[in-house]
């Protein structure tokens, strides 16, 4: 959420720099409510300097005593007139993204998006080298035909090597964040509930992405980013501890709203996955510094998979809603011949602590300040093992499992086709 003190003095700057992102700024809307809201405020002190005022004096005639009761009734009504418009205020302001950092290219969506660098070449096959949906398959690793029996599309069903190679790499990710990046690892609830899901920006914009629980104040978590974020919500951390980095692994569930007909063939986007999330807690003159290093963090895991990537920065008008600057890691897909996303590490600044009211104490006696929150992924399991499957794969049906990742499959070097479920 947005500094309403710097909005009221920044109302035409906010303007510009949220029109970068496409939003359109309702300003007289927000000029009425704040106005209406400093109108209350100041009559409320001349009631209230008034009633003081007179309780230090003996009001014994009735004229005065009904007069005194008046102005507590005026007081009360406008307390509660005040109440109203900063709850609509409130969400008004709710409903505004953040603003983008300087840094961020400026245009309106991703084709503005700019190439920051490319690591590895992709592979060159002396064959056609095969989608993962037609190569899970037919190495007896993938049944999407029965997971959509068991419980409708975009839903994963992985069997033998295939489910072996998912646990794996979840393993595999986590001991790399915690035993040479320094995170703390975190095995969070899967559900949380709607304060949560504002404190991170879900609520209440995206709320059609989310499967929530009937009759309950429950959601499923769309990414570990909203229970791990939420440890500190309404918390002071002591500044000498920051930065505070915690990695997790924890399935995800989205609707996907509005991604009908988009990456319908295979396990690329689904309702239900797996994610190891990197989420740092930070102060704000180090924060962009600790966003490069999350970046590091997260392309690690691709090179020791041998997989070729690229990173790109987000322009403007494709960041995602709480996000100041935002960076993309893509992953090469011989399948779809492309690199796509496998990682998206974003600061937050101070946008998501002050709507989950996380801050830090700089120093003894000092004042308490709003941290920075980041947050990435670590990697998307399921794309992670699309691109594994994808270019690792060779000319007789077989996939090479990268030499790094063997020691957590029982030193297995090879999937072979193996009997179907």
């Not at 993962?132 to 068991?150: V, Y």
């Not at 962009?288 to 690229?310: D, F, P």
């Amino acid at each position: 959420m947005l500094d309403l003190t710097y909005l009221r003095e920044n109302t035409e700057a906010a303007r510009q720099r949220l029109a970068h992102r496409g939003f359109s700024l309702d300003v007289e809307t927000f000029q009425r409510l704040n106005g209406e809201r400093k109108t209350l405020i100041t009559d409320l002190e001349k009631l209230q300097q008034f009633r003081n005022n007179a309780s230090r004096e003996r009001v014994e005639d009735d004229e005065k005593r009904n007069e005194l009761k008046a102005v507590s009734q005026q007081i009360k009504e406008k307390t509660e007139a005040r109440r109203v418009i900063e709850e609509q205020l409130s969400q008004f302001v709710a409903t505004i993204p953040n603003l983008p950092d300087p840094a961020v290219p400026i245009g309106p969506g991703e084709e503005q998006n700019v190439e920051v660098r490319r690591v590895g070449e992709p592979p060159r096959f002396d064959f056609q080298p095969k989608a993962h949906w037609d190569l899970g398959p037919a190495l007896g690793i993938m049944d999407l035909e029965r997971a959509t029996k068991i419980t409708g599309s975009r839903f994963p069903l992985l069997a033998g090597a295939g489910a072996r190679l998912e646990r794996a790499l979840i393993n595999f990710m986590l001991d790399i964040h915690t035993k040479e990046h320094g995170y703390k690892e975190i095995v969070p609830p899967f559900m949380a509930n709607s304060r949560s899901l504002f404190g991170t920006s879900q609520l209440p914009k995206f709320e059609e992405d989310l499967f929530k629980v009937r009759d309950t104040d429950y959601y499923l978590i769309p990414t570990a980013e909203v229970p791990v974020t939420n440890i500190y919500r309404d918390d002071v951390i002591d500044g000498e501890r920051l930065p505070v980095k915690f990695t997790a692994y924890t399935p995800c569930f989205r609707s996907e709203a509005g991604s009908y007909g988009k990456d319908v063939r295979g396990i690329f986007r689904q309702h239900q996955f797996n994610k190891v999330e990197l989420v740092k807690f930070t102060k704000p003159v180090d924060s962009n510094a600790e966003l490069e290093s999350l970046v590091v963090n997260a392309e690690e895991i691709l090179k020791r998979l041998e997989l070729s990537y690229r990173v790109v920065i987000h322009s403007t008008g494709d960041m995602s809603f709480a996000a100041s600057k935002s960076y993309d890691i893509e992953v090469w897909l011989p399948g779809q011949n492309a690199y796509r996303e496998i990682s998206s590490c974003s600061n937050f600044e101070d946008f998501q602590a002050r709507r989950a009211n996380i801050k830090f104490r700089p120093g003894a006696g000092e004042k308490v300040r709003l941290v920075h929150t980041l947050n990435g992924s670590g990697l998307a399991i399921g794309r992670t093992w699309i691109a594994i499957i994808e270019n690792h794969q060779q000319k007789d049906g077989t996939v090479v499992i990268p030499e790094k990742l063997r020691p957590y499959l029982d030193g297995q070097s090879q999937i072979r086709p193996e009997t179907v479920i």
